[in-house]
């Protein structure tokens, strides 16, 4: 038939023409057929549960960070202490919105959320803390969100191209936190 386009399965694709871009369409028919997988996920992948593990620990570092910024945010004294109060409460705010996020991409995975209190700061990379003064306040927030960029970025690395669909999620979480130190770092120096 004229203008009929045939396919071929080409992959991986050969590097010497670029031309000859295809889809495997042996797989995306097998995907038509496999629908009672549900959404493809890395369920059957060995690193799922590796994967799994690190996000519970982002998810038990961003609930300790919601903590820290809510403690913060009530016992905030002083001057500049109204605003920077309410900028707290909005990280707060910001850090649970990423613990939801994290907890639905386990669920994703198949796996389970870890809320455990138990071990909630034992499995966070930032640490909570309990300063009175302002300034104190601003600085133990600094270090924690330069620690979660830090640990953010380790974890982009790790995923690269194995799970696209977390990846996405740890850098939309990533730019947050990068907004998150400069706020905090202009608060020090202004």
């Known amino acids: 038939m004229a203008g009929d386009i ?3 399965n080409v992959w991986p694709l050969p590097a010497a023409d670029p031309e000859a871009l295809q ?7 097998a995907t038509r057929h496999s629908l ?3 959404a493809i996920t890395l369920h059957d992948s060995p690193m799922r549960t590796s994967i799994v593990r690190l996000l519970n620990d982002a998810l038990a570092t961003e609930l300790v960070c919601m903590l820290r910024y809510k403690r913060h945010h009530f016992t905030a004294h002083g001057l500049a ?3 920077i109060a309410d900028e707290f409460l ?3 705010r910001d850090e649970s919105r990423h613990a939801d996020r994290l907890a639905q991409r386990i669920t994703q995975l198949g796996g389970e959320p870890d809320f455990s209190p138990e071990t909630l700061s034992r499995r966070s990379h930032a640490d909570y803390d309990d300063a009175l003064g302002l300034e104190e306040m601003i600085w133990a927030d600094l270090v924690a969100e330069r620690v979660a960029i830090e640990c953010y970025s380790q974890l982009i690395t790790l995923i690269g191209e194995r799970d696209p669909t977390t990846r996405r999620l740890i850098e939309d979480i990533l730019a947050d936190e990068q907004q ?3 706020e905090l770092k202009d608060w020090l120096t202004g």
């Open 81 to 83: 202490s109204p605003k």
């Open 23 to 29: 889809l495997d369409l042996p797989a995306i028919e």
């Open 6 to 8: 045939r396919y071929t």
């Open 180 to 182: 998150h130190a400069n």
């Open 36 to 38: 009672a997988r549900g």
């Open 90 to 92: 909005i990280h707060a």
